[in-house]
T-cell receptor
Framework: AQSVTQLDSQVPVFEEAPVELRCNYS??????LFWYVQYPNQGLQLLLK??????LVKGINGFEAEFNKSQTSFHLRKPSVHISDTAEYFC??????????FGKGTKLSVKP | KAGVTQTPRYLIKTRGQQVTLSCSPI?????VSWYQQTPGQGLQFLFE???????NKGNFPGRFSGRQFSNSRSEMNVSTLELGDSALYLC????????????FGPGTRLLVL
């Protein structure tokens, strides 16, 4: 069965510091991976996706992620975070039936 | 292009009642999926509709049902509400079914008292 593990439930970081949010997946089929962000009282916004091709994927708001097949990881990174990046981040893999399978989420808290 | 819209945004019901939530996908998108988000269980897939047919279903009881209309708008219904049904219900649309990227609406927050 496919699954997604987000290793950190909460990540506190100071403004302008770099951040990495970790995601590992388990899948026996072709891997389509996504990162979504959820701001308070809102829905999910797509940050970036990996479908095929280059393993380094760039997304919106300066985020990027690297697909690593051997380590079954898809970690999200940003070189310098802003207060406005405070939100919950979800990693997801496409299931064999087309539905998204989500991790439990990582709450990023950016402090001034 | 307008995004996914969901109505209503907030809803309060009592146990035993039923509720209907609505989702309008992005123009041109034909697939609509529904997810339930709770603090305890996280984001869980309910079902997907494509061309007015249910294509895929998650592990939820039969009290949860849905349908899709010819204009791709979708409704989801929960009958005999339980306290545990309190959640944020998210709708996502995609061009086609399967491997397409899903775009989410703002959600409907349901509180069952």
């Amino acid at each position: 069965a496919q699954s997604v593990t987000q290793l950190d439930s909460q990540v506190p970081v100071f403004e302008e510091a770099p951040v990495e949010l970790r995601c590992n997946y388990s899948s026996s089929v072709s891997v389509y991976l996504f990162w979504y962000v959820q701001y308070p009282n809102q829905g999910l916004q797509l940050l970036l996706k990996y479908l095929s091709g280059s393993t380094l994927v760039k997304g919106i708001n300066g985020f990027e992620a690297e697909f690593n097949k051997s380590q079954t990881s898809f970690h999200l990174r940003k070189p310098s975070v802003h207060i406005s990046d405070t939100a919950e981040y979800f990693c997801a893999v496409k299931g064999s039936q087309g539905n998204l399978i989500f991790g439990k989420g990582t709450k990023l808290s950016v402090k001034p | 292009k307008a995004g996914v819209t969901q109505t209503p945004r907030y809803l309060i019901k009592t146990r035993g009642q039923q509720v209907t939530l609505s989702c309008s996908p992005i123009s041109g998108h034909r697939s609509v999926s529904w997810y339930q988000q709770t603090p305890g269980q996280g984001l869980q897939f309910l079902f997907e509709y494509f061309s007015e047919t249910q294509r895929n279903k998650g592990n939820f009881p039969g009290r949860f049902s849905g349908r899709q209309f010819s204009n791709s708008r979708s409704e989801m219904n929960v009958s005999t509400l339980e306290l545990g049904d309190s959640a944020l219900y998210l709708c996502a649309s995609s061009l086609m079914s399967g491997r397409e990227t899903q775009y989410f609406g703002p959600g409907t927050r349901l509180l069952v008292l």
